[in-house]
């Protein structure tokens, strides 16, 4: 090959990686109307490493849920002062926290993340939680549920993430809510949340009742 063909046939490759290096850069696009682009993903946090979100693992039982933002509400209800419902814009407006939790799922994967959102606490101060309250039903939008004990989403400053290592949460990770519970097993944490109710009554959600511990503490049994 003559020189000058080379040299043009080099430049055209170099044009080319530049080209698709920039298409394939990590870039976020809005689904449904949710403006999630412009985000720079958090690899650090407090001298943290965070496991990458390509690099997380992901289940669930009927596959990613797609949340439209701007219809969206968050009804909590059941044993309060106040029923509510709540918008996606109301939700970011309350203060927001952020901690490094790891997520553990009994099957035995996991990762670390920095998560972001509202304390479940906050948000039951303004609903005015009743004496007799005892459990938190999470409901999902696959149909999934799960509970909690309401003293240990209080005592162990439980939150509702929006954001995970600085990243709007993506629809496969559940937007547009993900319960951070803390030192339990994954599948505590409900995705896509859109109901939260208070009840004095013992629940069981959709793995507990098929055998999986109420409990759930990631030291302790998967079974009961
Ligand atoms: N709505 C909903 N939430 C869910 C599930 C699900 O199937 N539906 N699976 C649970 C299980 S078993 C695990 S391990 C975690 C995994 O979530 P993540 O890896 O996206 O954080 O989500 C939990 N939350
Ligand atoms: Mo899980």
């Given at each position: 090959m003559k020189p000058i063909r080379l040299a043009i046939l080099c430049l055209c490759l170099l044009v080319l990686i530049v080209v698709s290096g920039c298409l394939s850069a990590p870039q976020r696009s809005a689904v449904d109307g949710n403006e999630t682009s412009n985000e720079v993903e958090a690899t650090v946090y407090n001298g943290i490493e965070l496991t990458p979100i390509d690099k997380q693992g992901n289940n669930a039982i009927k596959g990613t849920q797609y949340v439209d933002r701007n219809t969206y509400r968050l009804q909590i209800d059941g044993l309060v002062e106040n029923p509510t419902e709540l918008t996606y814009d109301q939700i970011l407006e309350y203060p927001s926290t952020s901690k490094v939790v790891d997520m553990n799922c009994v099957e035995g994967w996991g990762f670390i993340a920095k998560w972001t959102g509202v304390l479940v606490e906050t948000l039951f101060n303004d609903v005015v939680v009743k004496e007799n309250a005892t459990t938190v039903i999470f409901y999902c939008a696959d149909g999934y549920s799960t509970s909690h004990d309401l003293n240990y989403l209080l005592d162990n400053d439980i939150m509702l993430a929006y954001r995970i290592n600085d990243v709007t949460l993506p629809p496969d990770r559940g937007f547009p809510l993900q319960l951070?519970?803390?030192?339990?097993?994954?599948?505590?944490?409900?995705?896509?949340?859109?109901g939260i109710e208070l009840t004095d009554a013992e629940y069981s959600g959709y793995w507990e009742s098929r055998g999986y511990s109420n409990r759930a503490d990631f030291w302790g049994p998967a079974f009961e």
């Open positions: 951070v519970a803390e030192d339990k097993y994954g599948y505590k944490w409900a995705k896509w949340i859109t």
